[in-house]
């Protein structure tokens, strides 16, 4: 099984996986067979979902209710990742906004989502 698709059946068992090179410690997103530069072994841990938001948009739909905001969230352990908002207004999310991973089904797929932070 390939990096990406490891990522995805975790996400379905209900577990966010990130990972980190074996020797530098480093951890990086998105999934890689070797450590990126380096070349050298990976491992896969436990992600504690814990981030804030480095960048955003907002996807301005023709109904206002449906808008979204997309996000580069950075992770507790460093890595970036882009992916979405939920439970928030797009013109409440701001950049530096403390954030959490939830992963929820979406057409049949896992998907990993941000909330804020309570």
């Not at 990972?19 to 990976?42: I, K, L």
């Not at 979405?84 to 013109?91: E, Q, W």
């Not at 409440?92 to 990993?112: H, K």
Request: with cysteine; proline share 7%; glycine share 10%.
């Amino acid at each position: 099984m390939g990096p990406e698709a490891e990522y995805r059946a975790q996400l379905a068992a209900g577990k966010f996986m990130i990972q980190r090179g074996v020797t530098s410690g480093q951890c990086f997103f998105p999934p890689r067979t070797h450590e990126p530069a380096t070349g050298d072994a990976v491992e896969w841990i436990e992600a504690g979902g814990c981030g804030s938001v480095y960048a955003l948009t907002i996807a301005r739909k023709r109904a206002p209710e449906s808008d979204y905001t997309i996000v580069v969230v950075e992770l507790a352990e460093g890595p970036r990742l882009m992916s979405r908002i939920d439970g928030t207004a797009p013109d409440d999310v701001r950049i530096g906004m403390a954030v959490q991973a939830r992963i929820i089904t979406e057409n049949d797929a896992p998907l990993l989502v941000f909330e804020a932070a309570a």
